[in-house]
């Protein structure tokens, strides 16, 4: 028997994030899962929410979107997924239906949207969360992989590959990417070792960061600006 309300990091409107006791949540559709929140990462638009500098966000809201989570409860139409499933998880959520997803803006669905901002869903800062579209929304974990190898890869890993094909990067080309946070260290990567990049060029102020990119092999020349002088 789970409790009745549970921890969360929420928003509660501009530049105020507290830790506070919210209703642990409840199946609403039969496509829901409620699953227990197993890792969580903070995004940058986390901050820029919890600062306020996005106002349609409503509040107050849990916060948080990436995510793994096993699940605890399945509504009746959820087929692929059962109890005890450690999962991945998208996010967000989207109908296919209304008209933001018709017209292909999927994180403004008027029925979803990301987990923890603008729309319905509540967050993953959270002991437990309900992810609607559940068998869409969470993918198992395969085995002998954990939570921390797969976190980084709905967010983060497919930000960088938004980013490098609007670049449109082909074979053999050379490519800077300036900043290698999570986000940079993904373009890296991909750049390399699925892009077939000439060159990858890594630049940051935050020297870890470049150390990184270039022990995995995934960054050829590293410049830190703070550092290096970068006219020479
Ligand atoms: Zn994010
Ligand atoms: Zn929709």
Redesign the pocket.
């Known amino acids: 028997m789970m409790n009745e309300t549970m921890k969360a990091l929420v928003y509660q409107g501009p530049g105020r994030y507290e830790l506070t006791d919210v209703p642990v949540p409840e199946i609403k559709k039969p496509t829901d899962v409620i699953a227990k929140v197993t890792l969580a990462a903070i995004c940058t638009s986390d901050i820029h929410q919890v600062r306020g500098e996005i106002p349609a966000v409503p509040y107050p809201r849990t916060q948080g979107h990436e995510f793994c989570a096993e699940v605890v409860e399945t509504g009746s139409a959820v087929k692929k997924l059962k109890v005890g499933d450690r999962c991945m998880v998208l996010p967000g959520t989207?109908?296919?239906?209304?008209v933001?997803?018709q017209s292909g803006r999927?994180s403004f669905?008027?029925?979803?949207g990301i987990f923890g901002s603008i729309g319905s869903n509540e967050g993953c800062h959270a002991e437990y969360i309900r992810i609607p579209q559940a068998d869409y929304t969470m993918f198992p974990i395969p085995p002998g992989l954990t939570e921390e190898d797969v976190i980084l890869l709905p967010d983060m890993l497919a930000t960088a590959w938004f980013g490098i094909t609007n670049a449109n990067l082909q074979e053999g080309q050379s490519i800077a990417v300036i900043g290698v946070g999570p986000v940079g260290q993904c373009t890296c990567l991909l750049a390399k070792k699925a892009f077939g990049a000439k060159q990858v060029i890594a630049i940051d102020t935050l020297q870890y960061r470049l150390d990184l990119a270039q022990k995995e092999g995934n960054a050829d020349i590293i410049i830190n600006p703070a550092q290096d002088n970068v006219k020479q």
């Open positions: 989207f109908c296919g239906q209304c933001m997803c999927f669905c008027q029925d979803g």
